[in-house]
């Protein structure tokens, strides 16, 4: 049987200011998701929410895998049990390289019971998987020797991102602007190497601003955050109408949530990418 990832009525602030307002979401394995919505709206939010990050604040909701209540456990553990994101900025960790690192996270997600210090996924093992997924992916094996994110161009650290998510396999993948800052080749690269990993077994989040990432991964439904609250729901037709026409008949469409949107942030739609 399949497992769902079931968000029900979540509400999140940061510092005190509330920035969810209710949001309800459920994602199948299997199912691609596409979250879109107005620069600020909370989409980030939503995925370090869903990760446990400390500096954001559950105030009332639910967040369950198959029951499990994902919020009451560390953001290790709601990676063992099959959460993943792949950050929008991606963070460099000097002196570790990323080998070293995903030999240590796959070992931990497949062994969810190991403790610090004991044995690892055996070497041998480990780099004939590392080399395997980087040559399927048409990654560079070189880059698994440098230090993590250190001095990687921005498609790199994408492609470090997806080459994670490739190795641990996660029930329900979150990708949060995986196409921020690329070149039109660089989202080329990366989409396919998401579209070649989602399957039967893997239920995706994709975030995004664009309809791009969306042309090589097409989603099965696409929804729209305004307001601090999922208002529209519908399929890949949504995406090409937002991306075709901005938010300007959503925000008409639900004025309660356009004005919530205005209150939050009233110079957020100065920053917002014009409509193409």
């Known amino acids: 049987m399949s497992k769902t990832l079931k968000i029900e009525d979540l509400h999140v602030s940061v510092e005190g200011k509330p920035i969810l307002k209710g949001v309800n979401l459920t994602i199948r394995q299997g199912e691609g998701h596409a979250l879109m919505g107005p620069n600020g709206s909370g989409k980030s939010t939503l995925a370090y929410a869903l990760m446990g990050h400390p500096n954001y604040t559950i105030d009332r909701g639910a967040v369950t ?50 403790k610090e210090g004991e044995e690892l996924i055996p070497m041998r093992q480990f780099r004939k998987e590392l080399n395997e997924h980087m040559e399927s992916l048409g990654f560079d094996t070189a880059l698994a020797r440098r230090y993590l994110n250190e001095g990687f161009s921005g498609g790199e650290k994408k492609r470090a ?20 800052g690329l070149d039109s080749d660089a989202v080329r690269v990366v989409s396919e ?84």
């Open 65 to 114: 895998i198959d029951g499990l209540n994902v919020l009451e456990l560390e953001p290790d553990q709601r990676a063992k049990a099959g959460l993943f994101l792949a950050f929008q900025y991606p963070t460099a960790i000097p002196g570790v390289t990323l080998a070293n690192f995903l030999r240590h996270a796959v070992t931990n997600v497949r062994n969810p019971t190991r």
């Open 161 to 180: 991102e997806i080459l994670q998510l490739s190795m641990l396999r996660p029930s329900f993948a979150i990708l949060d602007e995986t196409d921020s």
């Open 193 to 276: 190497g998401i579209a070649r990993l989602v399957g039967p077994d893997m239920g995706v989040l994709v975030i995004t601003h664009h309809e791009r990432l969306l042309e090589y991964n097409k989603p099965h439904f696409v929804h729209v955050l305004l307001g601090g609250r999922v208002v529209e729901t519908g399929g890949g037709e949504l995406a090409h109408d937002v991306h075709a026409h901005g938010y300007a008949k959503i925000r008409e469409k639900y004025p309660e949530a356009a004005a919530e949107e205005e209150e939050m942030d009233p110079k957020r739609r100065e920053l917002e990418p014009a409509a193409r």
